[in-house]
């Protein structure tokens, strides 16, 4: 197998020193043999949702740190086998995550990737060890032994396609998203939405990972003349599309909308380009919640004031591991019922269907979001 990875970002090593990866995999040993829990945290560490790497790997650090002061599981420690999960890996991945899941060295996995690689790996796994899907995706997974904790359409999309279809008087809407699973389901539950406030869809296309030269696509869509585009591009492909809208001078007159453009999409993209650009999710790093203001002070003091821009999407890492610590304390016990776990937005678990957590509509100022509603 080979070894886990390291990334780079702005000059400094993400897992830093002490927060890091327990070696190489080879030298990990059988759980029953040691005083450690072990769980394979996987993020996305390359291509196109590279980008969310280091809040990722920071967020799972904290919630690490404060499991294990909290007792571990079972008086055990947790310990974290970072894997790489960009989809151009999964390869990889696969073959790193089998052995791992085989030899008894992971006890289960606490998971950030594109839904296509979830697929893959319940193909893999069977159910063998729990696997903590923590972001949005597109609903309906009922693989056993699979946790899905993240947003969905129906928390995300559904609400704020009629907040914004009111709001913006936007009637006319273009889709466009990455080619696999999330996006194309997504835009699936989004154009009846549309039609149902009375809009059209002037444009639905799909696009490899790896969009290096937008202004094509971009040029395309507005042919179409749209009042409003949706965006379900992941990670750097939405940097590089919400650029070239932005200097084109499209953000002058076309809204744009996306429920997975974070902080880090917006610091890339420039303050320049993210004018008429609204998002929906579950956490900001701007909300104002006293359960948020003390996630931010544990999370920059344990990183030394240094750490990766906070999003979503680090969020739900932290959220993920929480929830693997609750579900194995839960399973000890020979309990069952509602999972609540630690969270910077609050939140309690009840099936892959049913989540309580409150959902907000967001516009991007400069390269920060402002709360506008709450949607759910």
């Known amino acids: ?50 980008l969310w790497g280091p809040s990722c790997i920071s967020c799972a650090q904290l919630a690490i740190s404060e499991v294990n002061a909290g007792g571990g599981i079972g008086g055990v420690a947790l310990e974290p086998v970072f894997l790489n999960s960009d ?20 006890a ?23 696997h903590i899907y923590t972001p949005l995706y597109e609903g309906h997974e009922h693989t056993p032994n699979v946790f899905t904790i993240g947003e969905t359409p129906s928390d995300q999309l559904v609400p704020a396609i009629g907040r914004l279809s009111r709001m913006l008087s936007a009637r006319r809407w273009a889709l466009i998203g990455n080619d696999y699973v999330w996006p194309r389901a997504s835009n699936a539950i989004a154009k009846p939405c549309i039609a149902a406030q009375g809009g059209t869809v002037t444009f ?30 992941v990670g750097q492909d939405s940097v590089e599309f919400n650029r070239c809208f932005g200097e084109m001078g499209l953000d002058r007159s076309v809204f744009r909308f996306s429920t997975a453009i974070e902080e880090n999409i917006l610091m890339a993209t420039g303050a320049a380009n993210t004018k008429r650009l609204f998002a929906a999710a579950s956490y900001f790093s701007a909300l104002a919640t006293d359960q948020n203001l003390s996630f931010k002070e544990r999370y920059h003091a344990i990183h030394d004031g240094a750490a990766p821009a906070l999003n979503s999407l680090g969020q739900s890492m932290y959220e993920g591991i929480g929830f693997y610590a609750g579900l194995m304390r839960q399973r000890d016990a ?32 400069g390269l920060q979001f402002s709360i506008l509603d709450r949607l759910s």
């Not at 073959?95 to 992971?106: A, I, P, T």
């Not at 996995?109 to 069977?126: A, C, D, F, P, Y």
């Open 1 to 50: 197998m080979t070894a886990a990875r390291i990334i780079e970002v702005r000059g400094r090593s993400f897992p830093p020193p002490g927060l890091g990866f327990p070696g190489d995999l080879e030298r990990l040993t059988p759980i029953g043999g040691t005083r450690t829990h072990r769980v394979a945290v996987l993020v996305p560490m390359c291509g196109s949702a590279g």
């Open 87 to 106: 989809d151009s890996t999964v390869g990889d991945l696969e073959y790193e995550l089998s052995g791992l899941v085989e030899d008894g060295v992971v």
């Open 108 to 130: 289960g996995i606490v998971g950030m990737s594109v839904s296509s690689v979830r697929q893959r790996l319940n193909k893999l796994l069977g159910g063998r060890v729990p």
């Open 204 to 233: 639905e296309g799909y696009v490899p990972f790896g969009l290096e030269e937008p202004a094509w696509l971009v040029e395309r869509i507005m042919r179409t003349e749209p009042d409003i585009v949706l965006i379900s591009l």
């Open 334 to 365: 020979g309990a069952s019922g509602p999972i609540s776990y630690a969270s910077a937005r609050g939140g309690v678990f009840y099936n892959n269907d049913r989540k309580a957590c409150s959902t907000y509509l967001a516009r991007a100022d």
